[in-house]
């Protein structure tokens, strides 16, 4: 059974930037796309970016030009890099396959853009 955990995040003033990690246990990481979404109380939960295999990459609009996404797929780890951080994007950070599978939903992290 593959397990999706994530890590990196906290508390950020505007402007400022993050690095979140997701890190995969099992053999199977490397043929799948995977996915970062986020969920901000009250609200649905939207997909932020995704990365197939080869290396191509999906972002909302809100985030194109700010967030890049990558993968090391030796180290079985996808990153978030998270730069020119708005209150807006204040949200709890989850990796996942892409498209999601509602199984593999971890804890998350929790991401805080305030001044």
């Known amino acids: 059974q593959v397990q999706l955990v994530e890590s990196g995040g906290g508390l950020v003033q505007p402007g400022g930037s993050l690095r979140l990690s997701c890190a995969a246990s099992?053999?199977?990481?490397?043929?799948?796309?995977v996915g970062w979404y986020r969920q901000a109380p009250g609200k649905q939960r939207d997909m932020v970016a995704g990365?197939?295999?080869?290396?191509?990459?999906k972002y909302a609009d809100s985030v194109k030009g700010r967030f890049t996404i990558s993968r090391d797929n030796a180290n079985k780890m996808v990153y978030l890099q998270m730069n020119s951080l708005k209150p807006e994007d204040t949200a709890v950070y989850y990796c996942?396959?892409?498209?999601?599978?509602?199984?593999?939903w971890g804890q998350g992290t929790q991401v805080t853009v305030s001044s």
């Open positions: 996942n396959w892409w498209p999601h599978r509602d199984a593999y």
């Open positions: 099992g053999s199977i990481f490397s043929i799948y796309a």
């Open positions: 990365i197939t295999t080869g290396g191509s990459t």
